[in-house]
């Protein structure tokens, strides 16, 4: 099994390395949305490593995610009459909440193809309701020393890296801890 969780976390921390590159050149050249959907990408690594976390590192269900992970399988899990149902992203993202949770929404809006595609030309932040808004500037004053009140595109923008610096770094915490417990 230790090859396997090596396997694992080796591809996630690859899939960061690459990100971080790809957000870097992106916001070079002011492609913003293709930036955001990338931390949303990293957003999935996150919570997928953060729900194995969950399981408990030499448990026989994270075990046997990770090896369905290695060989292409979709991961699944018992519901209480016995029958297997697809562990879906909504599941993982229900464990993370706060931050987690509204930079996984904000990404998919992205991600998908929706009315926030027009960025360029529409400020997408004027399109989310007033809670929405109000919990990505307390994250941000609460993570990055966000100085403002408000939030728009240019002023989300120059948090990318950051917000991305701080899903990476916590989903390598959570791997360090999978190898860590299986090492024990």
């Not at 590159?21 to 957003?43: D, F, H, P, W, Y």
Request: hydrophobic share 35%; with cysteine; net charge neutral.
């Amino acid at each position: 099994m230790d090859t396997l969780i090596n396997e694992f976390c080796q591809t996630v921390r690859e899939r960061s390395i690459e990100h971080q590159k790809a957000v870097s050149i992106l916001l070079e050249n002011g492609i913003i949305g293709v930036a955001i959907t990338v931390l949303r990408q990293e957003i999935d690594s996150l919570i997928r490593v953060s729900y194995l976390y969950s399981l408990g590192a030499n448990s026989v269900e994270s075990e046997r995610l990770i090896a369905n992970f290695v060989s292409g399988k979709q991961w699944d899990r018992a519901t209480p009459n016995g029958k297997m149902q697809k562990i879906t992203d909504k599941d993982m993202v229900d464990l993370e909440k706060g931050w987690v949770e509204v930079v996984y929404k904000f990404g998919c809006k992205l991600i998908h193809l929706s009315e926030y595609h027009s960025y360029n030309r529409n400020d997408p932040f004027l399109k989310l309701d007033s809670e929405s808004k109000t919990k990505i500037i307390n994250y941000l004053k609460d993570y990055h020393q966000y100085p403002y009140e408000t939030i728009s595109k240019e002023q989300f923008t120059s948090y990318i890296s950051k917000i991305l610096k701080k899903i990476v770094d916590n989903t390598d915490y959570y791997l360090k801890e999978i190898e860590n417990n299986v090492s024990k």
